[in-house]
């Protein structure tokens, strides 16, 4: 099976700053890789899909890239809004599986 | 409207079992594969299984961790999937999601999500 690996797990910051969050497959998934959004209560909102493709209403200052075993979520200027868990996901083979999460603190 | 709504949920003690159902609307359900994916309180998302479609012969798989214990099906005349839960277990307590998901351009993702069912496995 594959196994997704997520870091920082937990990280503070600005509103302004420049976030990036890590994910690692533990073999090739091309670019199967999927990026979400969670607020505490809610269901998780799809960010990116296939790696680098920006899902619809979703703002320009996301973004994603890589290919093969590790991959990239970047916020580009943080926003209030953008505190939040995010995780990514595989759906290169079953069963799927979503990396252990990055919870975007407030300095 | 798109639409998914999971029920069923509840409180059930360890050894026993649950049907969970979720019914879907908006959207070609036949045509999508059904995924469960749950979350225990302050924990991670975790694929539970899914189930295809007709045109793939209803195939199933599932998380090896819940080891034969969860069976996922499906009612395309009811628009409706379902997750039965067998011989459960206090690490189940979770809010428990479905989410279809077809290919676009490749790929498959989980771009609707209903609002969750909260399972308890509790004496």
Sequence with gaps: ?107 | EVQLEESGGGLVQPGGSLKLSCAASGFTFSGSAMHWVRQASGKGLEWVGRIKSKADSYATVYAASLKGRFTISRDDSKNTAYLQMDSLKTEDTAVYYCTPSHPVQGYWYFDLWGRGTLVTVSS
């Design chain 1, 1 to 107: 099976d594959i196994q997704m690996t997520q870091s920082p797990s937990s990280l503070s910051a600005s509103v302004g700053d420049r976030v990036t969050i890590t994910c690692r497959a533990s073999q090739s998934i091309s670019s199967h890789l999927n990026w979400y959004q969670q607020k505490p209560g809610k269901a998780p909102k799809l960010l990116i899909y296939g790696a680098s493709s920006l899902q619809s209403g979703v703002p320009s200052r996301f973004s994603g890239s890589g290919s093969g075993t590790d991959f990239t979520l970047t916020i580009s200027s943080l926003q209030p809004e953008d505190f939040a868990s995010y995780y990514c996901q595989q759906s290169y083979r079953s069963p799927l599986a979503f990396g252990g999460g990055t919870k975007v603190e407030i300095k």
